[in-house]
């Protein structure tokens, strides 16, 4: 009956450190996943110092700003290669800017508008031209995009308005200080560029 009796307090006694056991390595690794879990969310967070007062400034992923970041980098590159004051070496320089935001198709058709006669007839006219975005139609997945906009062109004696449509496509490159977006249009073409209004 003693021994018994013995057997079932060393058995209980067993029991006891198995579940002491088991519960402390429960607790342990429950709270190792923990600080792990908050390590990493801490990580994704930056602390931006104005005097001595921080501010929590979340870091976002590219893939959720991409969409936003390709209009900006296609409405700008349009802005700096038709927005064209009548001035040589201003004119030079936006659409030497606009250059460095795509390839070699931007590159083709500006010297196919330079071969024309664009440029210098804007020139000896003194005209403006000025384009106004009306709407950007772009697909992430394919990275296509198609750019809707009226292109203005006042000179001294008329004004006339057209329609101007272009279409490519956008590809990652790395950041630097010409190409802030850090992308690149490629296989730029203009699908129309007709008048509209002349008055």
Request: glycine share 4%.
């Amino acid at each position: 009956m003693l021994i018994q009796s013995l057997e079932q307090k060393t058995r209980l006694a067993m029991m006891t450190v198995i579940v002491t056991v088991a519960g402390c390595v429960i607790i342990c690794a429950t709270t190792i996943f923990g600080c792990w879990s908050m390590i990493d969310k801490e990580r994704q967070q930056i602390y931006v110092l104005d005097g001595e007062i921080p501010f929590l400034a979340e870091r976002a992923q590219l893939s959720s700003n991409f969409e936003m970041e390709a209009r900006a980098h296609i409405n700008l590159f349009h802005q700096l290669f038709f927005n064209l004051p009548p001035d040589d070496s201003y004119m030079r320089y936006t659409v030497g800017k606009a250059l460095y935001m795509a390839d070699g198709s931007a590159l083709k058709q500006n010297q196919a508008l330079d071969e024309k006669g664009f440029y210098s007839d804007l020139l000896s006219s003194s005209a403006i031209c000025t384009v106004m975005c009306d709407s950007i139609q772009f697909d992430p997945k394919s990275r296509k995009f198609t750019y809707y906009g009226t292109q203005n062109i006042k000179r001294r004696s008329r004004e006339m308005k057209r329609s101007l449509i272009t279409a490519g496509e956008i590809e990652s490159v790395p950041r630097t200080e010409n190409n802030p977006h850090g992308l690149l249009i490629t296989n730029w073409r203009t699908i129309e560029n007709k008048d509209l209004t002349t008055w």
